[in-house]
């Protein structure tokens, strides 16, 4: 059984940077997908940033690129989130949520969406932006 626990979130101003990581345990196969989901008040779940942890691709949602960062290391045990250049737009809970990985998929295929694929999840980790 795969465990997930994520931690790093906290209070920022618009324009800061925070980190969020997530150790999962329980991870015995060589490609899992990896990735970070939040939801905020009012609003459906959504992709955020996932990582293949075999292949090393990447996906993130139009609305974090080029300011977040997902990198994975110790064979996907620690998975980190960099968020640079937060807005208030970015407040959510942030959950960490794992699943296999099949190669006939992308992981944009996966990590798109709301996350209904993985069947792993971490209790999230606030993420609050003030203006």
């Known amino acids: 059984e795969v465990q997930l626990v994520e931690s790093g979130g906290g209070l920022v101003q618009t324009g800061g940077s925070l980190r969020l990581s997530c150790a999962a345990s329980?991870?015995?196969?060589?490609?899992?997908?990896i990735g970070w989901f939040r939801q905020a008040p009012g609003k459906k779940r959504e992709g955020v940033s996932c990582i293949s942890t075999g292949q090393g691709t990447v996906f993130y949602a139009d609305s974090v690129k080029d300011r977040f960062t997902i990198s994975s290391t110790r064979r996907g045990r620690m998975v980190e989130l960099k968020m640079n250049n937060l807005k208030p737009d970015d407040t959510a809970v942030y959950f960490c949520a794992a699943r296999l990985f099949s190669r006939r998929r992308t992981i944009s295929d996966v990590c798109s969406g709301a996350g209904s694929e993985f069947d792993s999840w971490g209790r999230g980790t606030q993420v609050s932006v003030s203006t």
């Open positions: 329980g991870l015995f196969f060589d490609d899992y997908a």
